[in-house]
């Protein structure tokens, strides 16, 4: 059974920092890409952040450019979400998930695989 599964969530002030992580099991994702997702409620799911199959490639959404860094590690087949500057508006469910393939992108419908997401809550 594959499962990817979130961690690292919490309950964090503005200008906070927190580091999320995604640890898969059951396959492989070394040769997919991955992606980081939010959603808050009453919102759609969110783009916020996508790495390519090797690391080179990174690919953030204009609200956290900047403020959040995905990264990965193929021999953990891991995912990590770096978190800074966190704001209130920054509050949400955020989801990892695995591509269809190796390249990247800002599509959810792109991903085959979904964690069951990590409450990340900034208050003001």
């Known amino acids: 059974q594959v499962q990817l599964v979130e961690s690292g969530g919490g309950l964090v002030q503005a200008g906070g920092s927190l580091r999320l992580s995604c640890v898969a099991s059951?396959?492989?994702?070394?040769?997919?890409?991955m992606g980081w997702f939010r959603q808050a409620p009453g919102k759609e799911r969110e783009f916020l952040a996508t790495?390519?199959?090797?690391?080179?490639?990174?690919l953030y959404a204009d609200s956290v450019k900047g403020r959040f860094t995905i990264s990965r590690d193929n021999a953990k087949n891991a995912v990590y979400l770096q978190m800074n500057s966190l704001k209130p508006e920054d509050t949400a469910v955020y989801y990892c998930?695995?591509?269809?393939?190796?390249?990247?992108?800002?599509?959810?419908?792109?991903?085959?695989?979904w964690g069951q997401g990590t409450q990340v809550t900034v208050s003001s």
């Open positions: 059951g396959r492989t994702f070394s040769e997919n890409a």
């Open positions: 790495i390519n199959w090797t690391g080179g490639f990174t």
């Open positions: 998930a695995a591509a269809r393939g190796s390249y990247t992108s800002t599509q959810s419908t792109q991903y085959n695989y």
